[in-house]
């Protein structure tokens, strides 16, 4: 058993979870508890009031410790680009070794000495190596990596800049990657009309505190002025504070000599407390149909709070109010989010939401960003599934659903998820800005952490980080890959091309007897001083026009 005292508190999540959580330890839900077990953690920052606890666990036994080993003991494997330099190096090697075998088993037939055919054994496996192979690939991915710091790309490791190039499938998260980390007021519901509210992010502000009540207010500014000025001639008298059992706040204000008694709180809530409607300043009975109305707009406008008010003497009633209307509140998309996204479309890459929130809200980002249409057949409440699901069968909803959003994911179920992906031969992409997040960015090809918003350990996972925390920018890093992918080859063509006229006077001089034109110190001389500085600056080649426009290259290629 556990002893704490825990009645007043509240903590604001920052790192165990995929979002910014909110959390209540006064819950009286017993399956929520089950699962928060009314626990915290030292690194949790206390946003209201203060709390008595006992230390039940330290280091590797707590949830983060868990994650830290969960991540230490994944696998991340090599990179496409390292598997496929191996692989020509073991072609060019093989075929470097057998001429070289050959013309010298040919030379010691033809009667050359044993001095001369070890000569032309070197000579001919020195012409055949392009030496200045791994210096140039180096350089290449070093500019590659420089161009990408300065769109806000920072590489970690050289290899993660043409690994981006050749991704097919991106696992995003949502908070503060596609939206802007911020809630803000998107849509006013009342007198039976929908108003939206300017979300773009030249409107936000910087407001400290709970987020929701940080979206009211701001709100309230853009509508109504000086708040303050409102809350000093309309000043508090009594309140019952918000609580995850009642689901709502309630306040009482002292108006033109009576009594205002204002609540906000979960729509379902307020509406089920209401028995009339305000339109256009009239009291109206609750239609028939309001309930249905009402679930409509909680689908499709995201997260809402309701309002509503009574004029009665100060007694706290709780029902029989008047519903005056809706505030919808979101974490609005960045602007440049859903061309982004437009874009891996046409380039061929599968772009997967994978979040710790609703399953609703992170439909209605998904549908507003591009990654999931209207009409089309997608998966978006999956995650409490994910751990009855056999390999097969994630296999086959990967297979068979090209829009697909996760909600409600745990660490080991983004886990599961990149471990899907791979095993369909995807190269993966995951970003990620919390401990939660570390062992899918390590286990994924390339893994993204967020610069502003991530944690230290998720940088440290990652091989790449996003200094802006934009979602646009991993796009315009696949695109920067493909192009090094593109000049690499260039290159390596260009450097094979060069040792044909390096190979044949051997072939010449043993066949025919030519005296030999180049030695070995000659070629070597060539290889790595006319040859290396032309390999290099193909470099710099610009993109062709249809670079975004191909699919991805096969991972086994």
Known sequence: ???????LKQIEFLLVRVEQIKQDENNDDFEENLRNRNTTNLIESEIQRNARGIVIRCGDATVKGRIAALASNVDSGDTPIAQEIEHFIHIITGVAVFLGVTFFILSIFLGYKWLEAVIFLIGIIVANVPEGLLATVTVCLTLTAKRMAKKNCLVKNLEAVETLGSTSTICSDKTGTLTQNRMTVAHLWFDHKIH???TTENSSGDTAGDASESALLKCCEKSMGNVEAIRASNPKVAEIPFNSTNKWQLSIHEVEGKNLLVMKGAPERIVDRCNKILVNGVEEEKPADFQTTFENANAHLGGMVGFKFDTEEMNFPSEDLVFVGLMAMIDPPRAAVPDAVAKCRSAGIKVIMVTGDHPVTAAAIARQVGIISDGSKTVDELAKELRELDDSDLDEILRNHPEIVFARTSPQQKLIIVDGCQ???QVVAVTGD?????????????????????SDVSKQAADMILLDDNFASIVTGVEEGRLIFDNLKKSIAYTLTSNIPEISPFLIFILFSIPLPLGTVTILCIDLGTDLLPAISLAYETAESDIMKRDPRNKSV
């Open 1 to 7: 058993m556990v002893c704490v005292e825990l009645t």
């Open 196 to 198: 939206e509210v300017d």
């Open 423 to 425: 095993r369909a031969g």
């Open 434 to 454: 919390g401990v939660n997040d570390s062992p899918a960015l390590k286990k994924a090809d390339i893994g993204v952490a967020m610069g502003i918003a991530g």
